[in-house]
């Protein structure tokens, strides 16, 4: 079973940055792909970044490109999301999350684990 625990969140003034952290735990992570989500009330989570492609390659929503950065610390089992330029339309409830690898070292489709969310305001 693993464990995720996000951290970093707060309020912040748009153009403002935040650094998210998402510390891992229970698992090996780098049997994972991982990924940052966040949602507000009423709308679907939805995708911020996510690592694909065995984890080598990152995806970014087109909302967030060219903003927000996602990394990892394999040693630390920690990834993070860089959120440069933030904006109102940012503040929301942002999750880790972690899909499982094939054996062939794919990312499955599914997050099978999730964190409790750390929480992003940005006020105008």
């Known amino acids: 079973q693993v464990q995720l625990v996000e951290s970093g969140g707060g309020s912040v003034q748009a153009g403002g940055s935040l650094r998210l952290a998402c510390v891992a735990s229970?698992?090996?992570?780098?049997?994972?792909?991982m990924g940052w989500f966040r949602q507000t009330p009423g709308k679907e989570r939805e995708m911020v970044a996510q690592?694909?492609?065995?984890?080598?390659?990152?995806t970014y929503s087109d909302s967030v490109k060219g903003r927000f950065t996602i990394s990892q610390d394999n040693a630390q089992n920690t990834m993070y999301l860089q959120m440069n330029s933030l904006e109102p339309e940012d503040s929301a409830m942002y999750y880790c999350?972690?899909?499982?690898?094939?054996?062939?070292?794919?990312?499955?489709?599914?997050?099978?684990?999730w964190g409790r969310g750390t929480q992003v305001t940005v006020s105008s």
């Open positions: 229970g698992g090996s992570y780098t049997g994972y792909c």
């Open positions: 690592f694909v492609s065995a984890g080598r390659l990152t």
């Open positions: 999350a972690a899909r499982e690898k094939t054996k062939a070292g794919f990312c499955r489709q599914t997050n099978k684990y």
